[in-house]
């Protein structure tokens, strides 16, 4: 059933592609797909590497989300539960569409390497949805209607509008770095709470756990890091910027998804 899942995103994704791209070239210069993307990248901190660059140029705004109510109630276990359940909704939506950015990735992916790695970030969607927040989704009772229901936050609505429109749109590269700040986010807010000391009877600390659990050279943000590091190495200037201003863009809208969520800022009715 769900190879059958991921067939019809990716189709759905080539319908996309071949009725929006016509006559857009979305292959990458030539020397990327000869390039070894699987080499080290260096542990936070050290900037010899152009993705790492643009990590620590924006990690004080990184330090902002870290900052945010939302995070900080979290790690104290004084969220309310009803703004997390809200989260749980909201994060379900934008895994739903996260996906569907990953299959359009995945239809135009300039090498075998990307594709495989396109079709494995796939997956592991689906079991994050269904190992993590299938248990919390029974344990607050969220309905099917809720699941399905269209009426997400603005602050969600624009993130996976703007993830859509770059994936499609844009360069290969350009939509595989709008991707990363999404995994690096979780990935260092996980480790960074893990490193304070546990609330007894956190009732969000198995959630707190899922997203710290990897080492930085285990973790799958650092797959993610490698494989645009590849690209954005042999890539022109322009593209260069592009991917850049993508990564950023996309930090700004994590702020939104979490800030939205805690403020309950819903559409105007």
Partial sequence: MRKWRLFNIVFVALCLLSTLLPACNTTVPSAAVKTDVSGEVAE????QHLVQQIWEENYPFYQKILALPYNQELLSGKLDEAVFRDYIIQDYHFCQNYKKVHAILLARA??????????????????????????????????????????DYPSTELYNSYLIKTATLEPFEVGLMATLPCHW???QIGNDMKKTEKVQANKYQVWIDEYGAATWENSETKEVVDLAEGYMQVANDETRIKMKNAFV???????????????????VK
């Avoid at 936070?44 to 900037?47: K, T, V, Y």
């Avoid at 970030?121 to 309905?143: C, F, G, S, V």
């Fill in 44 to 47: 936070p901190g050290n900037s």
């Fill in 185 to 187: 986010v979780y990935y």
């Fill in 110 to 151: 300039p090498d075998d390497n990307a594709a495989q790695f396109m079709l494995k970030i796939i997956k592991e969607i689906d079991a994050e949805i269904e190992e993590l927040h299938t248990t919390y989704i029974k344990r607050y009772q969220i309905t099917d209607k809720e699941l399905t229901d269209p009426t």
């Fill in 249 to 267: 863009t996309a930090m700004k809208l994590e702020y939104m998804f979490w800030d939205g969520v805690y403020n309950r800022v819903k559409w």
